[in-house]
């Protein structure tokens, strides 16, 4: 028999070496997450994914996308408490970039927007910070507007991992934190990118961008036009038993 965990009152069972948010996704219950992707290893950058952990007469928060599942957790996860947090996440992120979705080709298609639309995001929440950062339109097939970038280091280890090229890395700390091209120059154009490279595939934001393709899906049509990103997660997870899912965020 396998073991389990609580999470909101109900039994997961989970395989060892399983995260709490991965035995979630693979018993069909869903917690919100921004930065995990099941073919890397958890980042922990977001900390959408952040649980509620009742342990004895104390509790504690953690990210559930690098918390191990073991035998007798008690989660709480789909309360106001927590999605309220989540909300004031998903705020924040907006705020730090230049997330104008109406003007973004990857509206419909982002999981920032689909994430703060499922978790009944109604106001900005926070000043915003207007950043300046300018695109990299120097590769003839590829766009990168790095005032999307919500640093989730997808790409970084999708290039990285995948695609062996490391075109990407996140530099600076903090508020200067940000995505830079790993060339002499800076620019995009002096990498071997290619347009079939998985690092082309994950970014969930409009950040990594291929040129002359852009609006191409009718509204309507887009990935999250008619699936919120909750029962998207639920249809891509990977499931043992069934041998159903795939990638939650590639858009193959
Ligand atoms: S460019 Fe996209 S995939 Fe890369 S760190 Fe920024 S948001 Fe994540
Ligand atoms: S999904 Fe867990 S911290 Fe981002």
Do not use: W
Not at 117 to 125: E, F, I, K, N, R
Not at 181 to 193: E, M
């Amino acid at each position: 028999m396998s073991e389990s965990f609580q999470l909101d009152g109900e039994d997961i069972p989970y395989t060892p070496g399983q995260t709490v948010l991965q035995a979630a996704l693979s018993a069909g219950r869903y917690i919100p997450h921004l930065c995990y992707h099941p073919e890397f290893k958890p980042h922990g950058s977001c900390k959408v994914c952040t649980v509620k952990i009742a342990s004895g007469k104390s509790q504690r928060t953690a990210a559930s996308c690098t918390l191990p599942a073991q035998p007798g957790l008690e989660i709480e996860s789909d309360s106001d408490e927590m999605n309220e947090l989540r909300r004031t996440l998903v705020q924040m992120l907006f705020a730090e970039g230049n997330h104008f979705c109406p003007s973004c080709e990857k509206s419909g298609n982002c999981a920032l927007q689909a994430l703060g639309s499922d978790l009944g995001v109604m106001t900005a929440g926070f000043r915003h910070f207007y950043p300046d950062r300018p695109v990299d339109a120097s590769h003839p097939d590829i766009l990168l507007d790095f005032n999307r970038c919500i640093l989730c280091e997808l790409c970084v280890r999708a290039s990285c991992e995948v695609d062996e090229k490391c075109v990407f890395a996140l530099s600076g700390r903090g508020i200067t934190k940000h995505l830079v091209v790993n060339a002499a120059s800076g620019q995009l154009a002096d990498t071997d990118i290619a347009l079939i490279d998985k690092a082309m595939q994950v970014c969930p934001v409009g950040v990594i961008l291929t040129k002359r393709v852009g609006f191409a899906e009718p509204i309507g049509e887009r990935r999250y036009d008619q699936r919120p990103i909750s029962a998207q997660a639920l249809d891509d997870a990977p499931r043992a038993a069934t041998g159903k899912g795939r990638c939650t965020s590639c858009e193959e």
